[in-house]
């Protein structure tokens, strides 16, 4: 019997499990108990670190220089939140996958380019997309064209999972079109995806934010009225037992769990903190 076959688009609404469990307590939100008034758990550390204070023990920020210019390329790890260990009963973390986020400016547009890989039930699934975005402040989408796939036996991709699309947002309409389908959404703010989210603040956090935007998550799904705001300083343990104190930034908004964005002092978004994935960078290069 041939594997049985799950739509990108499905798959991203599978995110709704987490949001369930989430809701019986299985999953840490990581938002501020506001009872404690801190945001900081003396038995775990702060909530922005949550997901990944097993990762952190080997974890060390990068100190590559972030490029004056405008044209350079973020490199991150994609960080599972797993079980809690049965032997220490602490969580465990696992690195499945990288993300790479080039970004190129050239006359009157910003574009990004982007390669996903993600290790998702033994396979490995990929996204590959070119996003050209406006030269304001957001880089607020402007078009672009996506392409996902998982590969078979030899790393070449499954033809069956091959799903392309192109989409483009204009005065507040947002186009998503596929081979057989295509879906509109109605936008009243600046619309962003998760890949240009990061660039954003490292380019905008000279002071504290406190801004709204729309967003189309992986290009496709829209989720509206996103809020982010500057949460605070946060102290992170790292490899070595070396604390560092990060900037950050929390992220809630409709059809998310929080999400959290730690700066360090040169404007690096070092961590990216959610409820099963989080992003850590491994390194920023410079582009001609």
């Known amino acids: 019997m041939g594997k049985a076959l799950i739509s990108r688009r499905q798959f991203l609404r599978s995110s709704l499990i987490a949001t369930a469990l989430a809701a019986h307590g299985q999953l840490p939100l990581l938002a501020k108990e506001r009872t404690t008034g801190s945001g900081i758990d003396v038995a775990s550390g702060p909530y922005a670190t949550k997901p990944i204070r097993d990762y952190l023990k080997r974890f060390s920020p990068t100190n590559e220089a972030r490029p004056q210019r405008q044209n350079y ?81 030899g790393g070449q991709p499954e033809p069956l999972s091959v799903l392309s699309e192109e989409g483009w947002c204009k005065d507040g309409s947002i186009q998503v079109r596929g081979d057989n389908y295509r879906h509109s959404y109605g936008a009243h703010n600046p619309v962003l995806t998760q890949w240009t989210v990061p660039d954003f603040l490292s380019r905008c956090t000279s002071s504290p934010l406190n801004v709204c935007f729309d967003l189309l998550q992986d290009l496709s799904l829209f989720k509206p009225r996103q809020s ?61």
């Not at 990288?98 to 574009?111: D, I, L, M, S």
């Not at 070595?240 to 809630?252: C, D, I, N, P, S």
């Open 228 to 288: 982010l705001v500057y949460d605070g300083s946060t102290p992170v343990r790292l490899a070595g037992g070396e604390t560092v104190t990060l900037q950050t930034y929390a992220q809630t908004g409709q059809g998310i769990l929080p999400i959290h964005y730690l700066l360090d002092s040169q404007g690096r978004v070092q961590l990216v903190t959610s409820s099963i994935l989080s992003w850590t960078l491994s390194s920023v290069e410079k582009r001609s």
């Open 73 to 153: 390329a973020l490199r991150y790890n994609i960080v599972h939140w797993g079980a809690v260990s049965k032997r220490t009963h602490a969580l465990t973390n696992s690195v499945v996958g990288e993300v790479v986020v080039k970004r190129t400016v050239a006359g009157n547009q910003v574009t990004y380019e982007v390669r996903q890989r993600m290790r998702i039930g033994g396979t490995d699934n990929f996204i590959v997309a070119e996003i050209v975005c406006d030269p304001d402040r957001w880089n607020s989408l402007r078009r672009w064209n996506l392409r996902s796939y998982y590969t078979a036996t």
